[in-house]
C-alpha cells in the first residue's frame, strides 16, 4: 500500500497538468484574433499603363509578370510598346497598343556589325533611333495616358525617356524597371563592360581603378553627348519639361548573381521575376530530350546573331563533343538565324568533313534544329546538362532557376557584363565572338560538365533564385503603395514618397558625406600643428657664435 502512494501522487500530478494545459489552450484559441494582411483597395487609383520603347518578350515580359498580379487585384493595365510580342493571350485583361514601330532590329541595322565588339559606341545609333520617334511617341502616351485615366506609370528605362517625360509632365507618378542596376543605383566600385570597364573594380589596380573612375567616364559622356543634346533640343522645341524624376526603381535582379552593393530605400531588387507557367515541351521535342541523357541547349534569344564562321564553329564542336561522348544530344532553335548561315561543311580536327545542310534539315540522329523552343520547359528537363547562351538576362534567371550550367558567347549590351558576374560565382565560362575556337569550347564544355565545384556552385545559387523568384509580389505591393500615396497627397508636393528618398541629393554631395565638417576639422588641425611649429620655433634661441679678432701690437 505505501508502495503505491507515489504512483497515485503522479497520476494525480499528470492529470492537473493536463488539465491546465487544455484549459489555457482553449483559452488562447478562444482570444485569438486573426491578422488582417490585406487593406481596403477602393479609394486607391486603378489605371496603370506599362511602357517599353525597345519592345520584345525580353523587356515587356518580366514587367507583365509583375503586374499581371495586379490585375488578379482588379487593376486595369494597359501596354505601350513596339514589336510584335503580343501578350495578351498569357495576360488575360491585359490591353495592349502598339507605338507604330517596328521592334528595335540588330539585324536590319546598318551600323550593328556581328564582328565587332557591340558597346557604348553603339548607343548613339540606337539612341538617333527612339530621339527620331520621340515626338510621335510623346504625343502617343499622352493620349493613351489621358484617354484610359491612368493614374501611374511603369516604364521600361531602356532609350524610354519619353515615357518618364510624360508621366512627369502629367504630374503622375512613375516607376522605373531594367535589370542592370548600375543604371539606377551607381557605385564607384563597380562599372560595366559595355561602357568599356569590367562589373568589378576591387581587384582592379590604381591605374585600373583611375582609367575607370575618371577617364571612360569622360570618353563615354562625350561620346553620347551629341545624341543627347539633339534630344534635349527637340523637348525644348516641343516645350516638354525634361525631368528624370522616378517614384521608385525595381531591379530584376539579386545579389548572389549581382554584385553586392547598398541601395537606397527607392531602388530595390526584387528580381529574378520569373513567369508561374511556361509553355510545356511539343511531343517532338519531348521524344527527343527523352532518348537523350546528356543535352546541350543552344540559344541566343530573339534579337542577337553571329557570324558564318562563328556558326559552323560552334556546329563543329557540337558535333565533335557528341563524337567524343561528352554530350549526346543537341537541341538548337535558329531564331535569328537561317540555315544559309552556314558553310557548306565542317571540317573536323581529325580531318573528316561532313555536310552541314543535312544536320541544319535534322537528318543527324542526335541534333535537332528547330525555330524556336520553350526554353524553360527545355532547361527544366533532367537530361539538359548544359546551355550555350548569349547571357541575356531572362535566360540567365531561367538557367540558375533550374541549376544548368552555362557556356557563354555575349554578344553585346548587357550580357557581358552578365557573363562576368555568371563566371564570378563559379557557374559558367565565357567565349569570345572575336575570337571562337573549337577546342576552347570542348575544353569549357567538359569543365562544366564535370566540375564539382560548378556543381555545388549551381545548387547554391539555384536555391537563391528559387527564394528570391517570390519578390515580384513585393514589386507589386510597392506599385501599390505607391498608387496609394499618390491618393492620399498631390504627387507634384516635394515630399511624395519623401519616407524613401535618401538625404543625400537633398544635401548635396559635400554636405551629404560630411565634407564640410571633416574639411573644419582638417583646418582646426593644420592650425594647432601650424601653432605648435610656430611656438618652437619662437621658442628657439641660437648659440651666438664668437670670432676672436687678434689686435696687432702698434
Not at 551600323?111 to 553603339?122: A, C, S
Not at 528537363?381 to 546551355?387: E, P, R
Amino acid at each position: 500500500m505505501i508502495k503505491r502512494k507515489p504512483i497515485l501522487l503522479l497520476l494525480i500530478l499528470f492529470l492537473l497538468n493536463l488539465v491546465f494545459y487544455v484549459n489555457v489552450n482553449t483559452a488562447t484559441t478562444q482570444n485569438y484574433i486573426p491578422r488582417k494582411i490585406d487593406f481596403d483597395r477602393s479609394g486607391i487609383p486603378k489605371n496603370i499603363l506599362v511602357g517599353s520603347y525597345a519592345g520584345g518578350r525580353s523587356h515587356v515580359k518580366p514587367m507583365l509578370d509583375v503586374v499581371a498580379i495586379l490585375i488578379e487585384r482588379g487593376y486595369n493595365v494597359t501596354l505601350l510598346t513596339t514589336g510584335r510580342y503580343e501578350p495578351s493571350s498569357e495576360y488575360p485583361g491585359l490591353k495592349q497598343i502598339t507605338l507604330g514601330n517596328t521592334e528595335l532590329n540588330l539585324k536590319s541595322s546598318k551600323k550593328f556589325k556581328i564582328d565587332e565588339i557591340f558597346d557604348y559606341r553603339l548607343l548613339p545609333h540606337i539612341m538617333d533611333l527612339r530621339i527620331n520617334d520621340y515626338k510621335n511617341n510623346y504625343e502617343k502616351y499622352k493620349n493613351v495616358a489621358k484617354e484610359y485615366n491612368i493614374d501611374l506609370f511603369f516604364c521600361d528605362v531602356f532609350m524610354n525617356e519619353v515615357c518618364i517625360d510624360v508621366a512627369n509632365n502629367l504630374k503622375k507618378p512613375v516607376i522605373a524597371f531594367t535589370s542592370t542596376i548600375q543604371l539606377m543605383g551607381p557605385v564607384p566600385y563597380k562599372s560595366d563592360p559595355l561602357y568599356g570597364c569590367d562589373v568589378e573594380l576591387e581587384n582592379k589596380s590604381f591605374f585600373g581603378r583611375f582609367w575607370c573612375a575618371a577617364i571612360q567616364p569622360l570618353i563615354v559622356s562625350y561620346t553620347l553627348k551629341p545624341s543627347e543634346n539633339r534630344l534635349d533640343d527637340i523637348r525644348r522645341q516641343l516645350n516638354i519639361k525634361s525631368a528624370s524624376k522616378v517614384s521608385l526603381a525595381l531591379i530584376d535582379t539579386f545579389f548572389g548573381f549581382e554584385i553586392p552593393q547598398t541601395l537606397p530605400p527607392n531602388i530595390q531588387e526584387i528580381g529574378p521575376v520569373l513567369s508561374e507557367e511556361y509553355p510545356p515541351l511539343t511531343s517532338e521535342l519531348s521524344d527527343f530530350i527523352n532518348s537523350h541523357k546528356r543535352v546541350i541547349y543552344v540559344a541566343f534569344g530573339t534579337r542577337f546573331f553571329t557570324t558564318t564562321e562563328n556558326n559552323n564553329k560552334i556546329l563543329q564542336s557540337l558535333v565533335e563533343a557528341i563524337n567524343k561522348k561528352m554530350i549526346d544530344g543537341v537541341i538548337w532553335p535558329l531564331v535569328m538565324t537561317s540555315r544559309d548561315s552556314f558553310y557548306s561543311t565542317l571540317n573536323l580536327t581529325d580531318g573528316t568533313k561532313i555536310q552541314t545542310l543535312p544536320i541544319l534539315n535534322n537528318e543527324h540522329p542526335h541534333i535537332h534544329i528547330i525555330k524556336f523552343a520553350p526554353q524553360f520547359a527545355v532547361l527544366n528537363h533532367t537530361n539538359t546538362k548544359l546551355f550555350l547562351s548569349h547571357a541575356g538576362a531572362g535566360s540567365i534567371h531561367e538557367s540558375l532557376y533550374t541549376g544548368t550550367p552555362m557556356l557563354t558567347i555575349p554578344f553585346g549590351g548587357d550580357q557581358m557584363g552578365n557573363a562576368q558576374k555568371l563566371k564570378s560565382a563559379g557557374v559558367a565560362l565565357t567565349l569570345s565572338k572575336l575570337s571562337l575556337d573549337v577546342n576552347d569550347i570542348l575544353s569549357k564544355m567538359s569543365i562544366l560538365l564535370e566540375d564539382d565545384k560548378v556543381k555545388k556552385n549551381l545548387k547554391r545559387l539555384e536555391v537563391l533564385t528559387k527564394i528570391n523568384s517570390k519578390r515580384k509580389y513585393r514589386a507589386a505591393d510597392l506599385i501599390e503603395y505607391i498608387l496609394h500615396s499618390s491618393s492620399l497627397e498631390e504627387y507634384v508636393n516635394d515630399d511624395f514618397l519623401k519616407e524613401w528618398a535618401p538625404a543625400g541629393p537633398r544635401m548635396g554631395f559635400i554636405k551629404a558625406n560630411n565634407l564640410d565638417v571633416y574639411g573644419v576639422i582638417l583646418g582646426i588641425v593644420l592650425v594647432l600643428i601650424g601653432g605648435i611649429i610656430f611656438k618652437l620655433f619662437n621658442s628657439y634661441t641660437p648659440t651666438p657664435s664668437f670670432t676672436v679678432v687678434k689686435l696687432k701690437k702698434v
